[in-house]
């Protein structure tokens, strides 16, 4: 049976640097938007004394929620690695790129690495975005 995860609608404060790196997600300086964050990467953010959590909600999970962006600020930077509406594959962890698969019916290998997961969800979203624009 699949293990269900609750994913949350996570708003940081950020007053360190642009770049700034924790639970798998790379903050810019100021407030950060973070969607289908896990219990366990909210716990990680909580415990830094640099972020401040202004805002934490669970949400649905749904396709457009793992398709947001990690940060709502400065898009500039995450354009060239964006694919779909911006997704970052390779910022996601492997539990969610597993999850995100399944959801597009896309088959893996339960061992497979977070590599091939994330080529795995390029293909598959690129063919999703392929049949949309038919």
Same mark, same amino acid.
């Given at each position: 049976?699949?293990?269900?995860?609750?994913?949350?609608?996570?708003?940081?404060?950020?007053?360190?640097?642009?770049?700034?790196?924790?639970?798998?997600?790379?903050?810019?300086?100021?407030?950060? %938007? *973070?969607?289908?964050?896990?219990? #366990?990467?909210? /716990?990680?953010? $909580?415990?830094?004394?640099?972020?401040?959590?202004?805002? @934490?909600?669970?949400?649905?999970?749904?396709?457009?929620?793992?398709?947001?962006?990690?940060?709502?600020?400065?898009?500039?930077?995450?354009?060239?690695?964006?694919?779909?509406?911006?997704?970052?594959?390779?910022?996601?962890?492997?539990? %969610? *790129?597993?999850?995100?698969?399944? #959801?597009?019916? /896309?088959?893996? $290998?339960?061992?497979?690495?977070?590599?091939?997961?994330? @080529?795995?969800?390029?293909?598959?979203?690129?063919?999703?975005?392929?049949?949309?624009?038919?």
């Amino acid at each position: 049976m699949e293990k269900v995860t609750e994913l949350f609608h996570v708003v940081v404060q950020n007053p360190v640097a642009n770049g700034y790196r924790r639970a798998g997600f790379s903050l810019q300086k100021g407030e950060n %938007q *973070l969607n289908s964050v896990t219990a #366990e990467q909210l /716990a990680q953010i $909580k415990a830094d004394i640099r972020l401040a959590v202004t805002h @934490a909600t669970p949400m649905d999970v749904n396709r457009d929620a793992l398709l947001q962006g990690l940060s709502q600020d400065d898009k500039s930077e995450q354009s060239e690695k964006s694919v779909g509406s911006g997704v970052l594959p390779t910022s996601l962890t492997v539990e %969610q *790129l597993k999850a995100k698969l399944t #959801e597009l019916g /896309a088959t893996f $290998k339960p061992s497979a690495n977070k590599p091939e997961l994330v @080529a795995l969800l390029e293909a598959a979203l690129q063919a999703e975005k392929d049949k949309e624009d038919e």
